[in-house]
T-cell receptor, first 110, second 109 residues
Framework: ETGVTQSPTHLIKTRGQQVTLRCSSQ?????VSWYQQALGQGPQFIFQ???????GRGNFPPRFSGLQFPNYSSELNVNALELDDSALYLC?????????FGPGTRLTVL | QKEVEQNSGPLSVPEGAIASLNCTYS??????FFWYRQYSGKSPELIMS????GDKEDGRFTAQLNKASQYVSLLIRDSQPSDSATYLC?????????FGAGTRLTVKP
């Protein structure tokens, strides 16, 4: 176990809806990253937060947004859901450049 | 050219054999390198990290890094059926990490 938790485990939404996914980082880790993993693919970097500020972003549109809170927990928000947003969403907290993943949230968009 | 490339496999080896997994990356500014193992339906778990050229051994696992060739590999000695999983190569640049698509390994008893 990495000490990183995510909620919910599974989620089903319809096109156009909005979703919020949550992550609780491992104690002492002040950096959190979010990834999208489609079936059969490697994780794709969405963005990274360090001490509540976004400090890195991958090739994802602005409808993917996030927050990091003072206790280093984090949220990923996705607006205007599309069918292609169906994936496993992974949160990873980091210490000294090494990332440890949570169990993920499986999002299905119908 | 993909930023991180791996052979998708599947790679099949008999139990007790050495499994060799390879990865190349495109960004010469990459600073640290990781191998993760991912079982079906689970999240990636860290196996090894490597930061400097050469070999790094941890139990049955050896990671090799050659920055001049932009190449990272993972050797698994005495492969076990429990090693059957997808192995992800990850390359850390400044403030982001890029993953390959993974190599699926099957170890046959």
């Amino acid at each position: 176990e990495t000490g990183v938790t995510q909620s919910p485990t599974h989620l089903i939404k319809t096109r156009g809806q909005q979703v919020t996914l949550r992550c609780s980082s491992q104690s002492g880790h002040n950096t959190v990253s979010w990834y999208q993993q489609a079936l059969g693919q490697g994780p794709q970097f969405i963005f990274q937060y360090y001490r509540e500020e976004e400090n890195g972003r991958g090739n994802f549109p602005p409808r993917f947004s996030g927050l990091q809170f003072p206790n280093y927990s984090s949220e990923l928000n996705v607006n205007a859901l599309e069918l292609d947003d169906s994936a496993l969403y992974l949160c990873a907290s980091a210490q000294e450049n090494t990332q440890y993943f949570g169990p993920g949230t499986r999002l299905t968009v119908l | 050219q993909k930023e991180v490339e791996q052979n998708s496999g599947p790679l099949s080896v008999p139990e007790g054999a050495i499994a060799s997994l390879n990865c190349t990356y495109s960004d010469r500014g990459s600073q640290s390198f990781f191998w993760y193992r991912q079982y079906s339906g689970k999240s990636p778990e860290l196996i090894m990290s490597i930061y400097s050229n050469g070999d790094k051994e941890d139990g049955r696992f050896t990671a090799q890094l050659n920055k001049a060739s932009q190449y990272v590999s993972l050797l698994i000695r005495d492969s076990q059926p429990s090693d059957s999983a997808t192995y992800l190569c990850a390359v850390n640049r400044v403030n982001d990490m890029r993953f390959g698509a993974g190599t699926r390994l099957t170890v046959k008893p």
